[in-house]
């Protein structure tokens, strides 16, 4: 018990540190001048790509923790589903704040005009109130079914997230549809668990 305790406490800050990786990496390239021709739109799509490899990571903690016996993956969930809505947070703040400098007429009349990023609002809408929930304190106000329920949003908004996605690109689609191919996999792994229990 010891060890494992001692093994989460050397384990927990260590992924809070390869999380903020992508981050700093991109910091670097600002200061070194590798983000090209289009910085704007190679920041967007760095925060967006790394808002759908977390969300795809705490989707995959579940059915590792299941298929291997493994419980500490669990302890990390919480934190990786964080780091999702924070570089969620960050692809949304660089096309309102960098991208659109607050135009506020401009960006409605863009929301409204493009599904793609309609979608993209609405799922970032939806981890918000997963992530303001997100601590023990809230799942003891909410109760603990309730507070399941509202956290099955992530569904939704990794959905949201892919086809987000996918519209957005023109030209080659082979990376937002691995992506799908990662989400379908996963929620059909939750629907056959389901399924089996019901038996």
Do not use: C
Not at 89 to 116: C, E, N, S
Not at 151 to 178: E, N, Q, S, T
Request: aromatic share 12%.
């Amino acid at each position: 018990m010891e060890s494992n305790t001692r093994f989460m406490k050397l384990l927990k800050p260590a992924v809070f540190i390869v999380s903020l990786f992508p981050l700093l990496w991109l910091i670097l390239q600002v200061f070194t001048a590798g983000l090209g021709a289009n910085p704007i739109e190679k920041i967007l799509h760095h925060m967006g790509d790394w808002t759908l490899n977390f969300l795809m990571i705490t989707l995959t903690i579940s059915p590792f923790q299941q298929m291997t016996g493994l419980t500490w993956p669990l302890r990390l969930r919480r934190m990786i589903g964080l780091f999702s809505f924070f570089y969620a947070t960050l692809h949304v703040l660089t096309y309102v704040a960098i991208d659109q400098f607050f135009a506020w007429d401009a960006i409605i009349k863009d929301i409204v005009k493009h599904k793609r990023i309609i979608v993209g609002m609405v799922s970032y809408i939806l981890l918000i109130p997963m992530a303001i929930t997100s601590t023990n304190r809230m799942v003891q106000r909410l109760g603990f079914k309730r507070w399941q329920d509202l956290h099955r949003l992530i569904y939704v908004a990794a959905l949201g997230g892919v086809i987000h996605f996918l519209w957005m690109v023109k030209i080659d689609i082979r990376k937002p549809l691995i992506y799908i191919g990662i989400l379908v996999l996963l929620l059909s792994f939750r629907v056959v668990v389901r399924l089996v229990k019901r038996e």
